[in-house]
């Protein structure tokens, strides 16, 4: 046995350092950065070691902006995309001849190129000296007036990031709940049936609980990646989000390391390990929600 033991962790030492080297040892040196005040990154000096770089960042208008903006867009999309995905999936579930075609057009979307993406919405949203772009020809068509989405106001802006980011993200999840629903064994439906069962208690009574464990990876998924949110942003409002008003963590965090204000990695650090902690707390209260509400 302890010669098995010797092996198996010889067999899993690459992956350990590989892991070590490329996210233990940098979220180590991040955290020391946070806290060392007044970093220079040429002569690699500081003149102290406190929490300066966190109340800087926590007071900073432009960090708190990138807050709002990527918890609104945490909030909206992550319930939406994943609830607009199960439909999309229930859907799919009920075409037999269709469905491998369906699921390939579902999933375009995924593989495409992000920037790709964002080029076609901001020709859809935005307004130039010669169109008004597609969406406002459509709100004049039915009286309404016309709304700059990407340089007009917030609420605009929001709505075609939030948009976007669902319209990314959601044929990933259809992906996955359609193949949960296909693992779905048929006799609990037909055992429901004979005991005249409903649609509708048998989905929630059979295939809610089911595939719940997809559902719940889907949600924790999608908070972390709608928490690093960043490419979505550049590619509809371009590389200065800060202007726009429309930057996020990542991005701020982008900005004091490469930005026009870069040249700051403490702030950058404390950025990220303020992020990380707000990921790992939403990680751990959706566990403890899962305790009850998944089905394994």
């Not at 233990?24 to 970093?39: A, K």
């Not at 709505?159 to 949960?180: G, H, N, Q």
């Not at 997809?214 to 371009?238: E, Q, R």
């Amino acid at each position: 046995m302890e010669k098995q033991s010797k092996k198996a962790w010889l067999y899993l030492l690459p992956a350990m350092a590989f892991l070590g080297v490329f996210m233990i040892y940098p979220l180590i040196d991040v955290f020391v950065y946070s806290f060392e005040e007044g970093y220079n990154s040429a002569s690699q000096t500081f003149f102290g070691v406190g929490l300066y770089n966190y109340s800087y960042v926590l007071r900073d208008p432009y960090f708190l902006q990138a807050l709002k903006n990527t918890f609104l867009l945490v909030i909206i999309t992550v319930p939406l995309s994943t609830s607009l995905a199960l439909v999309i999936s229930l859907a799919l579930s009920s075409i037999e001849k269709l469905r491998n075609l369906f699921q390939t057009v579902y999933f375009l979307p995924y593989v495409t190129n992000t920037l790709a993406v964002g080029l076609v919405f901001m020709i859809l949203f935005k307004k130039t000296p010669y169109t008004e772009g597609l969406v406002n020809l459509m709100i004049n068509w039915f009286g309404g007036k016309s709304v700059d989405f990407i340089s007009g106001p917030y609420w605009a802006k929001m709505f075609v990031l939030s948009f976007y980011t669902v319209w990314i993200v959601m044929p990933f999840k259809v992906l996955i709940l359609t193949s949960a629903l296909a693992s779905v064994d048929e006799t609990y439906y037909n055992a429901a049936r004979i005991d005249g069962a409903t649609g509708a208690a048998m989905f929630t009574r059979i295939t809610l609980p089911m595939i719940s464990p997809m559902i719940f990876y889907l949600v924790i998924t999608g908070f972390i990646g709608a928490f690093k949110a960043y490419s979505d942003a550049v590619a509809l409002f371009g590389t200065d989000l800060n202007a726009a008003g429309m930057n996020t963590i990542v991005g701020y965090i982008y900005d004091m390391l490469y930005g026009n204000s870069g040249g700051y990695p403490s702030f950058a650090s404390a950025a990220a390990i303020l992020l990380f902690a707000i990921v790992l707390t939403i990680t751990c209260i959706n566990l403890m929600i899962s305790k009850k509400h998944v089905h394994y």
